[in-house]
């Protein structure tokens, strides 16, 4: 057996030993020893193996499942550029906290800088979002390929440090590769690193005045479940974005993100922060404003404070239970304000962004999931009725971008094995259409991708480019449509797609079990996109 076989069969073996269950592989040549331990180890039916030809797609799989499983998920590639591809992933995983594991197979370090085919610095190219970066050679003692594995295991998930995201595994391998003779087999069995148990961080008792909203972005499961256990337990208003896992109860507002630009916004003396917000100005100029007690409960060394008015940061926290008349104004008013949405809404007779969102909310039903593509999909879907009760639902808010949405989606569906359904825009669609490329005999997810198809980003249309004096640039470097059809792009993909034109024809498409892959196109007007807004927004 190589060197460089044999320090596989310890990476690969060490992986298995730490918990991994899920790797992504894209294929290359200089990682031609780890695939093969991998393809070893998936056919023993000791993990479970995702092929992608596209590497920012492997990254953005491996997102999606570690977000949703909560476990290291590695991502496995070759040298050179495809390390590259990764970083748009390793970003999202940084900011957002994601276990993932860059598993990046290299030259031996010598050869970097001498011109060598296929080489450059890869320990420098995501430098900035890991959270740890190990050197690992087929060269050094055999005794460190485990350890190091380990290592980074440990570090993606933070078990130390509290502190989970992105880590890199650089695996410097010798040639010859795979020389010798006979199959490759799968990675004898080896103990995993333990490490000992964390108690949960003793609640802070904090009183019931001021007057206190609680604020949840962009969350897991559990942090937004604590935060709704918290609202309701105090009797506080409770802003839940709609990737919070907290949308939902009594307490959760339906409108919570345009209250807060009016009269009851500007009486909040106190805030209590869970989750990453970052959904919505009039959250963010709360967060921002002198005078307001900003209290943020975070079990990580990177709280959020956007405002720089964080006073202070708890790993949890309890509040002593406030006077009844504050919640019941604010739900008075959520229950007005949401009318008056609702009246905007049901005004329009052809299909619009936050109509659609309506509808795909509504449609998701027990032990299903949601997933959100950003810009105007998860601000539609903010406007939606709050749950009765809680539904798991995703989306890739730490740098809020569209490209990999729905990569991030399918490695949802695969991580929780249930039906899911995800609403994103046509340029997020087109952005990440090489995920609709899953080889034959590869899992395939149970998916329906719902496709407002606006023809190019309306999102803008709402924002200060719409103004008159840039109506000559604006479609061409705002709205950038494409002139491309979803049904065509997925069909070319082998993707089942239609395209629906009437929100009965889409409540009908929505209505249907998710049974794998599809694609539901629905025709969306923009041109009412602005004046839409502003009636939401002033409450006319």
Not at 433 to 440: K, Q, R, V
Not at 467 to 483: H, K, L, W, Y
């Amino acid at each position: 057996m190589t060197a460089a076989l044999a320090c596989a069969q310890a990476v690969i073996g060490q992986l298995l030993a730490q918990g991994v269950t899920d790797l992504v592989l894209a294929p290359g040549s200089r990682s031609a020893p780890l695939a093969l331990v991998a393809d070893a180890a998936a056919r023993d039916g000791l993990l479970r193996l995702h092929v992608r030809v596209d590497e920012r797609v492997a990254g953005f799989l491996a997102l999606g499942l570690a977000k949703a499983s909560g476990r290291c998920v590695p991502v496995l590639t070759t040298s050179g550029t495809a390390v590259g591809n990764l970083l748009p992933a390793v970003m999202e995983a940084h900011h957002s906290g994601v276990p993932l594991l860059v598993v990046s197979a290299d030259r031996p370090a010598a050869l970097v800088g001498a011109g060598a085919n296929q080489t450059t610095d890869q320990t420098a190219v995501l430098a900035g979002f890991l959270r740890h970066l190990a050197r690992l050679s087929s060269a050094a003692p055999a005794a460190s390929w485990p350890a190091q594995a380990a290592r980074a295991v440990l570090a993606a998930e933070g078990v130390l440090s509290r502190h989970p995201g992105p880590a890199q595994l650089n695996v410097e391998l010798s040639e010859p590769l795979v020389a010798g003779q006979g199959p490759i087999a799968a990675p004898a069995p080896q103990p995993g690193v333990r490490t000992g148990s964390f108690g949960a961080p003793e609640a802070l008792t904090l009183p019931g005045t001021p007057p206190t909203i609680v604020i949840c972005g962009d969350a897991s499961a559990p942090t937004g479940h604590a935060a709704a256990r918290l609202a309701e337990a105090a009797g506080l208003p409770l802003v839940a974005e709609p990737t919070s896992n907290a949308r939902f109860g009594p307490n959760a507002l339906a409108t919570g993100r345009l209250l807060l630009a009016g009269e009851l916004g500007a009486g909040v003396e106190r805030v209590i922060v869970f989750g990453r917000p970052n959904l919505s100005r009039p959250g963010t100029a709360l967060l921002s404003r002198p005078g307001v007690e900003v209290v943020v409960v975070a079990d990580t060394p990177a709280y959020v404070d956007p405002g720089w008015r964080a006073c202070l940061v708890a790993g949890a926290v309890s509040v002593e239970p406030a006077p009844a008349d504050w919640l019941d104004a604010w739900q008075r008013a959520d229950r007005d304000r949401f009318a008056d949405v609702t009246t905007v809404l049901d005004a329009a007779v052809e299909p619009t962004g936050p109509g659609l969102a309506r509808l795909v909310v509504k449609a998701i039903g027990k032990g299903q999931v949601l997933c959100l593509g950003n810009s105007n999909p998860i601000r539609d879907a903010d406007l939606a009725p709050v749950a009765a009760e809680a539904v798991p639902v995703f989306g890739n808010r730490g740098l809020s971008g569209i490209d990999g949405t729905i990569s991030t989606a399918i490695g949802v569906a695969l991580a929780t094995g249930a039906p899911t359904t995800l609403l994103c825009g046509d340029l997020a669609f087109f952005h990440d259409a090489g995920a609709l490329a899953i080889g034959p005999g590869e899992p395939r997810p149970a998916l329906r991708v719902v496709v407002a198809d606006d023809a190019g980003g309306s999102i803008f249309a709402t924002l200060e480019y719409a103004q008159p004096r840039f109506a000559e640039a604006f479609e061409r470097v705002f709205a950038t449509p494409t002139g491309l059809d979803p049904v065509a792009v997925a069909t070319g993909y082998g993707v089942p797609a239609r395209r629906v034109a009437t929100f009965a024809e889409a409540a009908t498409a929505l209505a249907e079990p998710i049974t794998g892959l599809e694609v539901v196109v629905v025709t969306i007007d923009r041109s009412a996109r602005a004046a839409q807004a502003r009636r939401i927004a002033s409450g006319e």
